[in-house]
């Protein structure tokens, strides 16, 4: 039962992780890519995307099924699975680069790119928008921070366990009082993000399409198929 749980966590913390992703590879994609976005927003195109979310985070969540073999007292419950050091230092490596470096890149690559459009329309309600996406940037970012920090100091003192055994030592006995802390920063980003992309909109009772933040990003993607068939009507003229 303890292996599940945990496979339970990670799963959904990974799938949360990469939807946030998603959701901004989106926004980016309405913007720079306006005609094939429209395809990738049919049901069944996204729900063949979800499923892979879904699937992907599932096999990264897999390490706490497949390599836990201890024995834990009777109610309760640990994420100290590793059989080894270096199941341990995998996991880690993995978990910090699939579960932060990279989308925290694109997070922050594509809502850079939105925001620097946005700043192109001279409109009091866009800009009310640009600082919900750097809210939701620094949100994520501010979060997930500290637990991946720590991941870190875990790495470094792992890959330090046999040139330097005492300071590797240290290092994992100074991140124990942390430990707690760092998980819970990490899962508030969950509570921080509903409110974000749902509640900072005026009128959420309308649904998506309703909100100013849908229709700023429904006037970038005109914006940008307008540019785009003015610059083929100049192209076929020259030729």
């Not at 303890?2 to 913390?13: D, E, K, P």
Request: one cysteine or more; hydrophobic letters at 45%.
């Amino acid at each position: 039962m303890c292996r599940f749980l945990m496979y339970l966590v990670y799963l959904t913390v990974y799938t949360s992780i990469f939807s946030i992703t998603l959701m901004s590879l989106h926004r980016f994609a309405v913007v720079v890519l306006p005609l094939a976005s429209q395809r990738w927003r049919k049901p069944r195109e996204v729900h063949v995307i979800m499923l892979a979310v879904w699937l992907l985070g599932g096999l990264l969540s897999c390490p706490c099924l497949i390599f836990s073999s201890k024995e834990m007292p009777r109610g309760k419950c640990s994420d100290e699975f590793y059989d080894s050091e270096n199941q341990r230092l995998a996991v880690n490596i993995v978990e910090t680069l699939f579960g932060f470096v990279i989308p925290f890149g694109v997070l922050a690559v594509c809502y850079t790119y939105v925001a620097r459009k946005i700043r192109t329309l001279k409109n009091h309600k866009e800009m009310k928008t640009g600082k919900l996406i750097a809210a939701v940037v620094g949100a994520f970012f501010v979060c997930w921070l500290p637990y991946h920090i720590l991941n870190l100091i875990i790495i470094s003192a792992l890959l330090l366990r046999h040139a330097k055994p005492q300071v590797s030592q240290n290092l994992l006995e100074s991140i124990k009082i942390l430990t707690n802390v760092h998980g819970a920063v990490a899962f508030f980003s969950s509570c921080i993000n509903p409110i974000l992309y749902a509640f900072a909109a005026r009128s959420f009772r309308g649904g998506l399409r309703e909100t100013n933040f849908a229709k700023l990003f429904e006037k970038l993607r005109n914006d940008t198929e307008e540019k785009l068939t003015k610059d083929r009507t100049v192209s076929m003229q020259t030729l």
